[in-house]
């Protein structure tokens, strides 16, 4: 479904590891995300981070009920953070916030036909998920017309 919906992910090899309303999980090969010094493209990085946010908020729309609703998932703002380069294959993670930020997000969706919500995701090498390369923080808005 994401590379129909986001085909730029075909591009890039991301392939789903774990996707839930809990937690998604993808995995992407150096070799099409390579940059001009050997490392995983910054943007590469950005653009497979603000994607897992999206597919758990997708995820979180099924589960929930509020999938009957057609929500528009907008990223208003994103923000990296990069504290050392990723070589090789890496995976990126988000995990659902807590069940009261999930609650209110919920309300105001139903309730005020849109709501925020803050996520964030991480970029880690596949080989070790102890320390994170990059962490993501998106801003999204959803609405439903």
């Not at 995300?33 to 990085?45: A, C, K, L, P, R």
């Not at 897992?52 to 208003?76: D, M, T």
């Not at 990723?86 to 609650?103: N, Q, R, W």
Request: with cysteine; charged share 25%; net charge positive.
């Amino acid at each position: 479904m994401i590379h129909s919906k986001i085909p730029l992910t075909r591009g890039m090899g991301l392939r789903v590891i774990k996707s839930s309303a809990q937690k998604v999980v993808f995995s992407l090969p150096h070799s099409p995300n390579i940059n001009h010094v050997g490392t995983v493209f910054g943007g590469s990085i950005a653009a497979a981070q603000a994607v897992c946010c999206w597919s758990l908020l997708l995820n979180y729309f099924e589960e929930s009920g509020l999938k009957e609703l057609k929500p528009h998932v907008v990223l208003r703002e994103g923000t990296n953070n990069y504290s050392a380069p990723l070589k090789g294959t890496f995976e990126v993670e988000c995990k659902a916030p807590s069940a009261s930020v999930l609650s209110r997000f919920k309300k105001d969706l139903v309730q005020k036909k849109r709501a925020k919500l803050k996520l964030k995701a991480s970029a880690h090498p596949k080989a070790s998920r102890e320390k994170a390369h990059v962490e993501f923080l998106g801003d999204y808005f959803v609405y439903v017309k």
